[in-house]
């Protein structure tokens, strides 16, 4: 019996990133699907679930994607509102990568910092992955500053967060300009900027003044990145130092992780791989 | 070569159901279109039929499927049109599951009722697969009364069924409550609930008191489900002398008919596997 | 690592054509997305690069198609915009086929005729079909007549071909009838008949009344066809001193042509598979 996962994207059109991942997950047939909503997704659920016995519906599971947090979740919610009793499969969200990229990343800074004790900031923090950067160092016990062009917006996802776990301390920051940001990262060990694509957080040069700073860490692959004086190739590499990673970098491993939650979905019918279980395959991942 | 199926929607997304069936079936490659209407079906129609050589033909098939019966009719319809010659593929109907649902029903009560003799009656009867049931019923020369909310659609069914067979004879009712329904019950031989998911046609209590029924077979499997006497499991269990179908008993075999029908499109290329064919087909599968 | 073709279709819904034809190209996996634009294609480019190291995306490539030429060299323009460095893949454009047809057709009439001499006529020119195939005549240094309802936009379509290539001759006209049409064929040893399905150019008995004419190719497989002495089966058969190719005829040709330059896509990762390109396959297929 085939593997079959169903992807339900929020956005119009289905992410080509997580239909190449699922293919290089092993998955044997990929139904895909855009503009998926909490209202147009039961009937999909319903034939997910209803179409083999409740012995090998571990063969079918169903993938929630998007560029939307919030819009992943609501159908994420809904999709587990469809199921009942044996009659569910299993089912992951990753949302523009917030939970894998998150959690390689945050794996990463993990290698070298005690996170527990770090003064870490997110600039694009409140980004899809953004957010769930700053609520993986929460729940590691760092003191966050979520860094937003909109302190309300910023404030907004750090009270989102807070929601979500009792560790750590989440402070809100607002800056519009390169400056401004590069104040706010003044003083602080890790550096996880998480921001759209084109936006630069740290011009050329800016990095190597910043004396407390142990680990610096881009998510954006595509020019002009987020650092400037990190190449988005870099892995763990050392400059005047600090160590940096690029989002290629943090991408090898984000990918091993995006596989390893995919593959997982095929070993019951019933898992739910959240952003706990995917941060979980994430230190796996850079511990093997 | 391989075994393309192309599944033309007339809902918005193309059904999972459908998909999963397909996969299950032996389909090597599915092309899955929602939101097909007769107006955009010919290019993708054209596109099936002068890729391969008509020796090859048979490799490729189509499937409509969608919620709307009529407008899988339509699209089917204009498939059909858009064939000529030797530049054709083999196709089917099954819009939710219309047919190989029904084929099913009608096949299993047939293991246990004189369907030429038998006084049936069919709550949700206007839906699609509750239309296909009334016409399998009347092809069998049963006296079927036919129920919806609305006794102007429960008439304009009977009449389009009427066109289909000249055996059987068709009676249309109304009835807006469950206490009507179960009145309408009373003296019925056979009864299959064919109506919309959470619609309770027969409630708790109410099969053991309807003392001429020997069949009840309920086609809903999502909760509060269309007899609440009768388990979705169940396969021909007897409670009080009335043996009894759920909608995941009655599922298996459905399952097995709409596999079969699909393998069916790929042993020719100028098949096309209606209600006729596809109840032989369920005739078939039980005798096996 | 499995193939993955990634198929971008301007129109609503992604050609069932260019899918069948990808699949029997050895695709493993195909991702078909209708209703792209410039707009909205950089996402699922950006998947496309970012998801396998720049050693395996020769095992990920792109191919454009839909009805609208313009819309899919577009794309194809915002598609290389996307790439950078190391990360791109090879991509190929051919909008309702224009670039296999054109080329598959103007291989064939190299066969019989001397194309750098020869006066050629494409009624139906401004077409998709038709406008590459006046290019490669005029590139193989031809005199070429490009024929439209409109003048206005048989020029257009002329100058737009007169950018691209420095040889050969382009001459607009414009016909509205079947007579304008066969009067404008006269003396003509060339004709590639490139219309829109059920356009009739030549009407029957026409052809033979063509004194000149050595080569006639219908590119219309539907009926009624674009010239009515032609069925669509014939290749290369003589009609009173004519050859004649009908549109399954160049068919077999085209689909090895279209079959062959989707497998030259995964030969490495950044090939740019353009008309000149796929018109060097054509010979080639011809040839071997």
Redesign the interface.
Known sequence: ??K?L?QFDT???A???????A??AGVE?????G??TPE?VT??????I???GPAQLKN?AIFVGG?NVAAGEAVLKQVQNDF?GPMRVSAMMDSNGCNTTAAAAVAAAKQHVDLSAVEAIVPGGTGPVGQRVAQLLASEGASVTLVSRSIERAESACEAIRATTETGQLTAAGATTADETAALCNGKSLIIAAGA?GVCFLEAGKLSKLDETQVAIDLN???PVGIADIGAQEKANEHDGVICYGA?GV?GTK?KVHRQAVSQLFESNDAVIDTAEIYRIALDVIAS
């Open positions: 019996m085939k079959i169903i956005d119009p059109l992410s080509t990133f997580d239909r190449v991942v293919v290089d047939e990929l139904f895909s699907y503009g998926i147009n009937g999909l659920v319903h034939g997910a209803f179409t083999r079918t560029s009942f694509a692959a595509v020019p290629l991408g990918m």
